[in-house]
């Protein structure tokens, strides 16, 4: 996989770090405000949720979603071949990859709404090449 080559370049791990941790300042647990976005662009996904009834699989998914990203923009150590594995195992629970891929999308959505005036049009274009290389990694898979 020749996506696995490409490292993020520092300046754009620092601002997804940044937005990340700014997030994490102001909302909190984004837990309800990721699955509330996703539920609302992908009403499709909810179903999958029905045994979830407390969250904690929610919980979960997006606390790994996290660790996966700050690997990914980071020292690679796993993140790379989390997401391509996870790619595959949501194939078996019938999810199409580009819901897989809009998960990662959702986050940043979400996290832009938080920031909100502290978000930039630089942490925008970060985002939007990481979104474009995690794109790959989970095409690829």
């Not at 994490?24 to 405000?33: S, V």
């Not at 996703?38 to 699989?57: I, K, N």
């Not at 919980?59 to 979603?65: D, F, H, T």
């Not at 819901?99 to 925008?124: G, L, Q």
Request: glycine content about 6%.
């Amino acid at each position: 996989m020749g996506a696995a080559l490409q490292v993020t370049p520092p300046e754009d791990a620092a601002l997804i770090a940044q937005s990340l941790e700014t997030a994490a300042e102001r909302g909190g647990d984004l837990t309800a405000a990721v699955y509330e976005r996703l539920f609302h662009d992908r009403p499709e996904l909810e179903p999958l949720f029905v045994m979830d009834t407390d969250g904690a699989v929610r919980g979960e998914m997006l606390s790994r979603a996290f660790d996966a990203i700050l690997d990914f923009i980071g020292p690679r150590a796993y993140a790379h071949n989390l997401i391509s594995a996870e790619a595959t195992n949501h194939d078996g629970y019938n999810v199409p990859r580009e819901a897989f891929a809009d998960f990662f999308a959702t986050i940043r959505d979400v996290v832009r709404a938080v920031c909100a005036e502290t978000w930039s049009a630089d942490m925008a274009a970060a985002w939007q090449r990481f979104l474009a290389s995690i794109a790959g990694y989970i095409a690829a898979a």
